[in-house]
């Protein structure tokens, strides 16, 4: 970051709204920040740079991003993400065109993904009133490593290969950032792999945790397949706390665990480089949602709690802590939109917040 004349912090944020409701939320996130940074108290200001990198920019020039894309981005404090995908463009592409790639060339080599039951939301559990967990995604290698292939294409012997890369050393640094993720909240580390099935490098993971967790006495593991791992999420919720997985499973997991803790609308996460040699990147872990553009209907609070956890890793726990109380005491006041069972439109939900945050 910068200094400033009045000594303020300045961060660089790079807007990537991207697609469907990604600008909507996106909108909604920076509407917050604002109110927060207008602040008298504030102690820092954002500098945003809107980047139009988009599957609209894909139609038009056949680039998601300019051939400098990613060296621009390495300019910034962090990378604040929307959503991307697009009724036109097929999905494999618009993933591999934007997020992907600003994963991997960034090393964000880890996602964090938290999930809460809000006040004012309710888990479609019968009688539970509590989730508390934290997913730790990898997310450079894995089943997204990109590797493999078509034979044979538009035959009858057609083949596609897809091949999981796992690396001791991805491995090995994801497991110690997930087990000082587990020691800093309660303790209990649940290591989720499909190693009966996958006999290569889901055992390797397997092993890998159990060298590592030597390193952690005061962490408790245990350790659950991928398909039994779904059935405790929802028989057994607060037998779990900090989840480690691989890029696939996590990504799925981490749907149904924001669907039991009341929407995926709510559900943030952070693209960590925890070296801080690269942005970072935050983004709600929904996706584009057409049906919803335009209609002043998306729920604003996942790509809000994103924004807060942005401003906890640039080290502003204060201010993430003021917007998530914001968020709390609106959820509070039963100001939700539909998919959380509300009445409200997206940009009442935002207004309320604000307003919380400027109180
Ligand atoms: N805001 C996140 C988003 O656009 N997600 C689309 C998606 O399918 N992402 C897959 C992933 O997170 O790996």
């Known amino acids: 970051h910068l200094p400033m004349p009045d000594s303020k912090k300045i961060y660089k944020i790079a807007l990537l709204p991207g697609d469907g409701i990604g600008p909507e939320v996106i909108d909604a996130g920076v509407s917050c920040l604002r109110a927060l940074t207008s602040l008298p108290s504030s102690a820092f200001t954002l500098d945003f740079t809107d980047l139009d990198w988009s599957s609209a920019q894909y139609k038009k020039t056949g680039e998601f991003m300019p051939k400098d894309g990613i060296e621009t981005l390495k300019s910034f404090d962090a990378i604040y993400f929307g959503s991307v995908g697009d009724k036109d463009v097929e999905d494999h592409i618009s993933l591999w065109g934007l997020i992907l790639p600003i994963r ?212 502003e726990e204060e201010a993430k802590k003021k917007v998530m109380e914001a968020v709390e005491r609106v959820g509070d006041k039963g100001i939700k939109t539909r998919d959380l069972g509300g009445e409200s439109k997206c940009s009442e939900v935002v207004a309320a917040i604000v307003e919380e945050i400027q109180r």
Request: net charge negative; proline share 5%; glycine share 8%.
């Open 104 to 315: 991997k060339e960034m090393q964000q080599w880890v996602n964090v993904r938290p999930v809460r039951i809000l006040p004012g939301t309710r888990s479609p559990l019968a009688g539970v009133e509590e989730i508390d967990w934290v997913i730790v995604r990898e997310n450079s290698e894995g089943e997204y490593a990109g590797q493999g292939g078509i034979t044979h294409p538009n035959s009858s012997l057609e083949v596609g290969t897809e091949v999981a890369i796992f690396t001791r050393g991805g491995i090995e640094r994801l497991m110690h950032f997930a087990f000082k993720t587990a020691a800093a909240r309660d303790g209990r580390l649940t290591l989720v792999t499909k190693s009966n099935a996958m006999r290569y490098g889901m055992v390797l993971w397997d092993r890998i945790a159990y060298e590592v967790a030597k390193e952690y006495p005061d962490v408790t593991m245990d350790k659950m397949l991928v398909d039994a791992m779904t059935v405790r999420m929802v028989n057994a919720p607060d037998s779990l706390s900090t989840i480690v997985a691989t890029n696939l499973h996590a990504d799925i997991l981490s749907d149904l665990a924001a669907a039991l803790a009341g929407s995926i609308g709510i559900a943030p996460s952070s693209n960590l480089n925890p070296e801080r040699r690269w942005p970072s990147m935050f983004e709600p872990i929904h996706g584009s949602a057409f049906d919803l553009v335009g209609k002043d209907a998306a729920n604003p609070v996942g790509a809000i709690w994103s924004a807060a956890e942005m401003l906890g890793f640039l080290g």
